[in-house]
């Protein structure tokens, strides 16, 4: 019986990003410097916290591409989580990418600990390039459309 309670647990916990279903991605348009394969979080059981007392829900992880001709010395990437009405809000955190130079058409990905999401569990979020550094002194920098974008919908 312990171990239904775990796997119940598990399941649970998991949900949402196990029937996530991407339902737009722009991200592999012309114009976009970053293709975005996939992001996510993965939340550890029971959750963590710091030393302040500050609840982490686990991690934010993000898979892309650099599908420009420039190599990539850094990205920002912009989080919003969708309610139940399917209406889109800043997450409490954005991520950045500095884990080293990506060619052009290589692939990259990086790994954050993150705050919990706003309001509880969204019902969905969107990740979106909100600017991009390149080693010849160069930046893209979106131009608040949110153009370069990922979204997933957990209902």
């Known amino acids: 019986m312990k171990m239904k309670g775990v796997i119940l647990a598990f399941a649970v916990l998991f949900a949402p990003c196990t029937f996530a279903k991407v339902v737009e991605n722009t991200s592999a348009s012309a114009g976009c410097p970053v293709e975005i394969r996939d992001f996510g979080v993965a939340r ?4 963590t916290s710091d030393a302040l007392g500050h609840v982490w ?4 992880s ?3 591409k650099n599908s420009s001709e420039r190599q990539i010395l850094g990205i920002k990437f912009g989080v919003d989580v969708m309610d139940g009405v399917g209406d889109f809000r800043p997450a409490l955190f954005d991520v950045s990418y500095s884990g080293g130079r990506v060619g052009p058409g290589k692939k990259g990905d990086d790994r954050w600990r993150v705050p919990e999401w706003n309001d509880g569990e969204p019902a969905g979020s969107r990740l979106w390039v909100k600017k991009v550094a390149f080693t010849d002194g160069t930046t893209w920098v979106d131009d608040g459309t949110k153009s370069c974008r990922m979204t997933f919908d957990y209902r």
Do not use: A, I
């Open 44 to 47: 550890p059981l029971g959750g």
């Open 57 to 60: 829900e686990g991690n934010f």
């Open 62 to 64: 993000v898979h892309f």
